[in-house]
């Protein structure tokens, strides 16, 4: 890590276009710091299914290939994620189990934050996400989780919520600052 450049990738776990996980991810984006390189990772949707048998010798699909570069890269991750079916969205489960045998997540610092509109504001995916990294061995980082309920009250064009913007600041602070320590 450059000490002056933080590097974060940010990952929305929904390939809806009007995705408020997706919005909520540049919404964060616009509230960092000037010395954050903030990248949206766009390639959820172009990855193949995970097959263990199409990862051997160093001829994993270009798509995989991308993500697992833009990981190793990246100082910090900051997932965002809505609930599908009471858990992680399958695009977003699909990109972890990639990562599961090739390390990038391996004490990396990670911020998880799970929106919906429901009043249990995606609860079941989170817990689901955390259990996920908490196996592939990621730093989830104190102060770097949040779940928001009834996200469609407080989002339209930005956050028109000012508790959750608060919120939102926490997270990727305790993020930029346990990617300083680490």
């Known amino acids: 890590m450059n000490e002056n450049r933080i590097k974060i990738l940010a990952i929305s776990g929904s390939l809806r276009s009007n995705s408020s996980n997706t919005a909520l991810v540049r919404a964060i984006a616009n509230l960092s710091p000037k010395n954050i390189e903030f990248t949206i990772y766009n390639g959820?949707?172009?990855?193949?299914?995970?097959?263990?048998?199409?990862d051997i010798d160093d001829n994993e699909p270009p798509a995989v290939k991308d993500l697992r570069t833009q990981l190793k890269e990246a100082d910090g991750v900051l997932l965002c994620t809505p609930e599908y079916a009471n858990g992680v969205p399958g695009v977003l489960k699909n990109a972890l189990d990639w990562i599961v045998s090739s390390g990038e997540f391996v004490n990396k610092p990670v911020a998880v934050i799970s929106?919906?509109?429901?009043?249990?504001?995606?609860e079941k995916a989170h817990a689901s996400l955390l259990l996920t990294l908490n196996m592939v061995s990621a730093e989830v980082v104190e102060g770097g989780t949040l779940i928001i309920p009834f996200i469609n009250l407080k989002?339209?064009?930005?956050?028109?919520?000012?508790?959750?913007?608060?919120d939102l600041k926490s997270v990727l602070h305790a993020l930029i600052q346990a990617i300083r320590v680490h």
């Open 44 to 54: 959820l949707g172009d990855l193949p299914h995970f097959n263990p048998d199409i």
């Open 115 to 122: 929106a919906s509109p429901h009043p249990l504001g995606g």
């Open 155 to 166: 989002l339209k064009e930005g956050v028109m919520d000012p508790g959750t913007a608060e």
